[in-house]
């Protein structure tokens, strides 16, 4: 089940972070709108579509069953067959970047949003409105206009969100078994001055817990958040953007208070003293028997996945409220490549993975009686025999078009997904949701001050550099970088997009 709920926050760390069946289950698209017309465009000919997607593992050993049922579904839908092409997530930046630049066949593939302003920069993606007009009606409606338009770049689509936890909530969470033990009520718990008696009962009695485990690459407070990072934090909006003027981040009061509370932690013993260079996930420590608990980003479900994880059950609260900006919407989307020879009909199939349940759980989780069988009408479970390391498909729900379409696995809430659609209909909504910011016209500083940020920051946001000394000579190292010249031009962008949609001073 891991499979299924990995975060891509090791990817965009952001990544991430997050989360169905054969054709022969009598599901058909619920908008219509993928096959109308489908193969009255090419006459008559049949079109081979190749989908590149990134695996965070070996190729499963049925890909290809996979494949071969996938495509007796879209010959008859779009008259069209599809050609999957996964790539190891190591490798994936550098090969969709030779894709790409050599014009090798690729019609449809996920972008990253860290990497999509420069994408489109360099015209390597298809501009989507009108083909969502004309073929990918479903999508849009699925999405909803609000996040279906947040990876608009000028006014124009480029990529379309796939639709999961596009919200984000922050929490705490600690084994159960801990939480019963010392009688903690997480429930009592809403800052991080609340957290820190759960820190020191942990310290003072269990000697081989790390209280607040951290993961690699990161720091506590990557996984707590009251502000719009705008993508890169160089440059945010306060107040989860509840108002448009950008500001340095590092310089906050709130920022400041917070390195304070993370020193206090790291030279009390509640955060590991090698956390800045800690390779192991938050899971794996835990499941090691070495964590007690972390900070986390939250989302319906959250609890059992964290517990499947982390081998052991947890408990959870959440101390913020979900919020949506564009970074939570656009971390993965997809797109068409500018290789395509077919735009047209890379969007009626792209339009399938929105719309039609048979083909989203045959991505998600292969071919029902072989890979997964029915225990009820939405929930699923291994076949006889059948594990999770013996599976011969493991597909990744979060990845595919519209997890909400996904059957739900034997052990989750099998009404996640309703719950789903009402936090990300419920999050409080950056004003800035849909802006993305395009970093060439001060590209020398963004390098500059990146390196800055990879030179002190985890440091500082582990504690394990002193705020009161280092805080100051972090600021200057960014502003003599170039920070200001990048916030200057970040505001000026984020003023015309907010002019030209009608919303300045809103």
């Not at 465009?41 to 071969?68: H, M, N, R, W």
Request: proline share 4%; glycine share 8%; net charge negative.
């Amino acid at each position: 089940m891991k499979r299924k709920m990995i975060m891509l926050s090791a990817v965009v760390a952001m990544m991430l972070p997050l989360a169905a069946c054969g054709s022969s289950n009598g599901n058909s698209s619920p908008s219509g709108s993928a096959s109308s017309g489908a193969s009255g465009d090419d006459g008559g000919k049949s079109y081979e579509l190749t989908v590149a997607y990134f695996s965070l593992g070996s190729v499963p050993k049925d890909q290809l069953l996979i494949e071969q049922e996938l495509n007796k579904i879209t010959k008859t839908k779009i008259n069209a067959t599809v050609k999957l092409l996964p790539i190891s997530m190591s490798a994936w930046q550098n090969q969709i970047n030779l894709m790409l630049t050599s014009n090798e066949k690729l019609d449809l593939m996920p972008l990253l949003g860290t990497t999509y302003a420069n994408q489109v920069a360099k015209g390597q993606l298809v501009q989507l409105d009108d083909l969502l007009s004309n073929q990918g009606e479903g999508i849009v409606e699925a999405l909803g206009p609000d996040y279906a338009n947040a990876a608009q770049i000028d006014g124009k689509t480029y990529g379309v969100p796939t639709i999961r936890d596009l919200a984000q909530s922050y929490g705490f969470y600690m084994t159960k078994d801990l939480a019963d033990k010392y009688n903690i009520d997480l429930s009592q718990v809403k800052t991080l001055d609340d957290v820190e008696p759960i820190l020191k009962t942990i310290k003072d009695n269990e000697p081989n817990k790390i209280p607040m485990v951290n993961a690699t690459n990161a720091s506590p407070l990557t996984s707590f958040s009251t502000r719009d990072t705008l993508g890169d934090d160089m440059g945010v909006l306060l107040n989860n953007g509840q108002d448009l003027k950008v500001v340095n981040w590092f310089e906050t009061e709130e920022y400041a208070a917070d390195l304070k509370k993370m020193r206090e932690w790291y030279l009390a013993g509640y955060i590991a003293k090698d956390a800045v260079t800690v390779k192991e996930s938050k899971s794996d420590i835990i499941k090691a028997g070495k964590g007690a608990g972390s900070l986390a980003v939250m989302k319906p479900g959250f609890v059992e996945q964290e517990s499947r994880q982390s081998g052991a059950p947890i408990v959870s609260v959440e101390m913020l409220p979900p919020v949506a900006k564009t970074s939570t919407v656009t971390n993965i989307m997809w797109g068409i490549a500018r290789n395509s020879d077919n735009p047209e009909k890379a969007m009626q199939f792209l339009n399938l993975m929105y719309t039609d349940k048979d083909v989203v759980n045959l991505l998600d989780w292969g071919i029902e009686g072989k890979h997964y069988v029915k225990v009820s009408d939405n929930v699923i479970d291994y076949p006889q025999g059948v594990n999770a390391g013996n599976v011969g498909y493991a597909g990744t729900g979060w990845l595919f078009g519209n997890q909400f379409l996904s059957y739900v696995f034997k052990g989750d809430d099998e009404h996640l997904w309703e719950k789903m659609k009402e936090f990300n209909a419920g999050a409080i909504k950056s004003k800035a949701l849909g802006f993305t910011f395009d970093s060439s016209p001060v590209k020398t500083e963004y390098a500059a001050v990146s390196n800055v940020l990879s030179q002190y920051r985890i440091a500082l946001e582990c504690g394990a550099l002193d705020p009161g000394k280092m805080l100051p000579e972090f600021i200057a190292k960014l502003k003599d970088a170039g920070i200001d010249k990048i916030i200057a031009e970040k505001q000026k962008q984020l003023d015309a997009w907010a002019a030209a949609k009608g919303t300045e001073g809103k």
